[in-house]
């Protein structure tokens, strides 16, 4: 299945970082995240300096660069989840990882591997030029983001830049699992609608219970991310636990739409 | 102008746009504003104590073969030339209309400034430090306590300065609103390099005027220290137009080499030995390994150990208007103890750099040298001590 027909029905990303704890590792992670009902799998390239990220994700970063992980290493990684979960790919990585490899040397070994999409998160749509001219006619998508403080003007200009889909944050602040969900998100959704038709939107930071990607479904959006929840649990090592969350990421999703 | 050259940008978080484009806005305005500019001077001169002199220093320059002025930012209040900045950007986030301040600091240099500024502008100021140099610089975290900061030990991660930065800015994303963020030198996404090297430039400025002055003629060079690079740009700007004049930029060349095993670099010279990337906010020279992870720098002298430099440095570096060279810490420490004996000012480690390049300059070639003295050394006296005993 590709990204694009995934996102036919309401799409559930689920977050691992490569080599977290260790690439063998995070492989069983990414394919417990797909057993569990994740459709999509955002798998993490560590970074030494990542500072949109909060600190489970950090310590995600952290472990892999740990385990040895590097771009190469990644895109091993990639490989073999990708043919273990035939589930879509799209990847977090820092902007001067891409920088380093090459962008044109990136997209193509992104293309090789499976993946999909891109997210850069800090590599805003006014410095996004060099990329979207690279990846023009590939397969790999630039996705943005866009967060509650993003205005009108500034969300068409980034969704004339999108592919993919766009990522929603949901609230101000970096990623982190919260107990409740901003009650912005639902006006989020409904502006990224207005402002930027034609292109999916996926929420996510801070997105941790079942009730949360329901109620995420229901403010209309095409797509729920997840992450620190993940990355918590790989932490504790529980693989089980990663599916079982799926599960109920899914469930709470499913009950939005039987309701609808 | 968000680039300098090929270096610069805003690579930033989505969550931060607003908040740079207004800090933008209101730079902007603020450069045109009278009132701003006069209520900056005002405190300047009331209470950071500028104009900081220029001064002679005749043994050196006996010793050396052409005349050496020292530019005193060590007289600054608080001693070092980070005030400036501090002051600027303090009084930018109450026109802004923003009654608390944030900061980031390493070894406490900026965080003590930003507490300055903070009590002095009557802003809440709250300032992140890594727990690992909470511990190495208790007094620094009690003067900042006793100056009304909050000071908030960063637990996560290496504990140190990098986990500060990752800290701040996650305050800054949730507190945009009624917070502005005060960063330190001249790197991070723009405006923040114009905007400190605006605020920095008082350095040069004066030092132009008192130069014309007391010589009458501008200098063969001007010679500053570089880490991040904020008391270089500032020393710098003035003269950047005097074709004439060679302006050099010191890095810390540490200990020498890099082991990219463990990804550390024994130095921090990202303007000698970096290449371009993207660090934190804007595209510049740094300190980087093939896949691109960042490196660990090192130096002695905690202000210029970054992996990083400031984007309008790499630009005036690569079109060759800058000369960059490096010191390491044995000559810095030689340096330190040479100007205190033979000038009696004890310089800081970092502006001990600047001196040492000094004893490498060819006095066929210079009659009249600047170096700008970023901060006195009283901050450093135990670590010397401790390196090196009395000697």
Known sequence: ??????????????????????????????????????????????????VADGPTIQRAHERGLEAGVDTDSFFEIASEVRDRTGAPLVTLCYYNLV??????????????????????????????????????????????????????????????????????????????????????????????????????????????????????????ADGVIAGSVFVDLVEEGDLAGVREKAGELRGGMDSARNES | MRYFGDYGGRFAPEILMEALEELEWECSRVRGDDGFREELDEHLGEYAGRPTPLTYAPSTSERLGFDVYLKREDLVHGGAHKLNNTLGQGLLAREMGKDRIIAETGAGQHGTATAMAGAALDLETEVYMGAKDVERQAMNVFRMRLMGATVNPVEKGSRTL?????????????????????????????????????FQSVIGREAREQVLEMEGRLPDAVVACCGGGSNAVGAFHEFVEDGNVDLVAVEAGGTGGVDYGSRVAH????????????????????????????LESHSVAPGLDYSGVGPELAHLEETGRIEAASVGDGAALRGFRRLSREEGIIPALESSHALAYLEEMDPEEHDLVIVNLSGRGDKDVQTVYEMEGER
């Open chain 2, 162 to 198: 990098k986990d500060a930065i990752s800290e701040t800015l996650r305050d800054w994303s949730a507190s945009v609103e009624d917070t502005h963020y005060v960063i330190g030198s001249v790197v991070g996404p723009s405006p923040y390099p114009a905007m400190v090297r605006e």
């Open chain 2, 267 to 294: 130095h921090s010279a990202s303007l000698c030995e970096g290449r371009d990337g993207v660090l934190q906010g804007s595209k510049t020279k740094i300190l980087d390994d093939r896949y691109g992870q960042v």
């Open chain 1, 1 to 50: 299945m590709s990204l694009e027909e995934a996102f036919a029905e309401p799409v559930l990303v689920g977050f691992v970082m490569a080599g977290d704890p260790s690439p063998g590792e995070s492989v069983e992670y990414a394919e417990a995240l797909v057993d569990g009902g994740a459709d999509v799998v955002e798998l993490g390239i560590p970074f030494s300096d990542p």
């Open chain 1, 99 to 220: 920088y380093r490899r090459g962008l044109d040397r990136f997209v193509d070994e992104c293309e090789d591997a499976g993946v999909e999409g891109v997210v850069i998160p800090d590599l805003p749509v006014e410095e996004s030029g060099p990329m979207i001219e690279v990846t023009r006619g590939s397969g790999v998508d630039v996705v943005f983001l866009a967060a509650p403080t993003t205005g009108d003007e500034r969300m068409r200009r980034i969704g004339d830049a999108a592919s993919g889909f766009l990522y929603l944050v949901a609230r101000a602040g970096v990623t982190g699992a919260r107990e409740s969900l901003d009650a912005a998100t639902a006006g989020l959704v409904e502006r990224a609608n207005r402002n930027v038709p034609g292109v999916p939107k996926a929420v996510g930071f801070g997105v941790s219970r079942g009730e949360h990607a329901r109620r995420i479904v229901e403010a209309g």
